[in-house]
């Protein structure tokens, strides 16, 4: 039997699987990790609990199975989180900033007012935010002391998580990661498919920091840290992976993964199409240097706002509990939550929006703010949806196709559809991040079925048809832009 492991490291949890040869999950690991707020706005992680619980949970899914039988390892990770680590301790200067933390909105206010809007939409795909790692790298070189010395002097690497991880698995043999991490740090041109030096110039960081950028299903050394020696075959960005786990390799085919926050990709093929809805445009993935281009929507919290409902209000003990409390709301009371707990992403970018419930009177209870949690996932998605329907003039997406931690909600995936007014897909392998990183370390590596022999093997679990009247959908729609244009009109005052 051979095998091949994937790493998948996100924002809450580290996992490991296992995939036999046929890309079966065989074994999983799962590690939660402390997430620390330390202002209001700001999110980070310690970087040993990330390696810790990588390395925990890739030794234990490996576990009783000999390295010689594994063929290769496959990493994915949450994306733009930026650690900034010593060449030569390999120790981490600072927490890792992750992909939620706003910390850098004033500068890149700064850049917006220069008018840097054009040139970094036009090179990076991306638009001026937070968001990317860009200024969170700027932030750590300015802030920590002595950083921005040991930074010129050679001495400081970058990398978002997979960069990170690479260089630990190898003992720091290897400082690269893929197109796909790369395009995500508002500092790669995404075209030319090189680092752009004048936006690193603008923010005064050393293109000596940055990792050689290198294919999706590509060479990134060999580990010898579980048991035998592994080489390290497919890195992908956790969205770019599901997009590949979920086979949707033609342009027009769409999919969003509903973990701690909702990203949905659209692949646009080999045109790089600039989004007039302020979606982001970026790499679905590059095989064989090939570039795949994608319009992607990005949502802060999809997941999150249960676990807010469960560990903040404590209203429930477990996310499944959502789904009879949904479904136990009074149809009568139209209390709408706009859950912009860290401002809010495509299609609006507001970096200053908060959170705000609207709709509530003395007959509102757990029910119905369980239901406009899980509504919220499904409104915000309808909007990107929407807006990649517009801007793309392919193929026009007649499926969504879902996966991640909160497609276990029935009930979440039905107002979806009944949103949307289209079918949502939910696959039998929801582990697709996992499994698109288990592709294209199986790629490389030649021991898994080609793309389309893979995209056949697709099997669907559930299909969720829109069964919501016209007149309901748009009145609940109406409801939801008028939430949205009032939360953002609070944080404009
Ligand atoms: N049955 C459920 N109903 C609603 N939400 C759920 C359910 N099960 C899991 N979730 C949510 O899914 C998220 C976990 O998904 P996962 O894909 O593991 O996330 P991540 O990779 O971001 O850590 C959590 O935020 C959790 O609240
Ligand atoms: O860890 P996830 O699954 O919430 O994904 C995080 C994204 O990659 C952030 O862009």
Known sequence: MTYILAIDQGTTSSRALLFDEGLRPRKIAQEEFLQIFPASGWVEHDPEAIWGSVLATAQRAVEGVAPRSIAALGITNQRETVL?????????????????????????????????????????????????????????????????????????????????LIWRLTGGQVHATDATNAARTMLYDIRRGEWEAEICARLRIPLAMLPEVRDCAGDFGTTTLLGGSIPIRGVAGDQQAATVGQACFEPGMMKSTYGTGCFALLNTGTDFVRSRSRLLTTIAYKLDGQVTYALEGSIFIAGAVVQWLRDGLRLIGRAGETQALAEAADPSQDVVM???????????????????????????????FARAALESVAFQTHDLWEAMRQDWFGARPAVLRVDGGMTASDWTMQRLADLLGAPVDRPVVRETTALGAAWLAGHATGVVPGPGEFARAWALERRFEPVMSGEERARRLALWTDAVARTRGRAAA
């Open 338 to 368: 706009v859950p912009a707990f860290t401002g809010l992403g495509a299609p609006y970018w507001d970096a200053e929006a908060r959170g705000a419930v609207y709709g509530l009177t003395r007959a509102t209870g757990p029910a119905e």
């Open 84 to 164: 900034v680590w010593d060449r030569d301790t390999g120790q981490a200067i600072h927490n890792a900033i992750v992909w939620q933390d706003r910390r850098t909105a004033p500068l890149c206010e700064e850049l917006e007012a220069e008018g840097w809007g054009e040139a970094i939409g036009d090179r990076t795909g991306l638009l001026i935010d937070p968001y990317f790692s860009a200024t969170k790298i700027a932030w750590l070189l300015e802030n920590v002391e002595g950083a921005r010395e040991r930074a010129e002097a050679g001495r400081l690497l970058f990398g978002t998580v997979d960069s990170f």
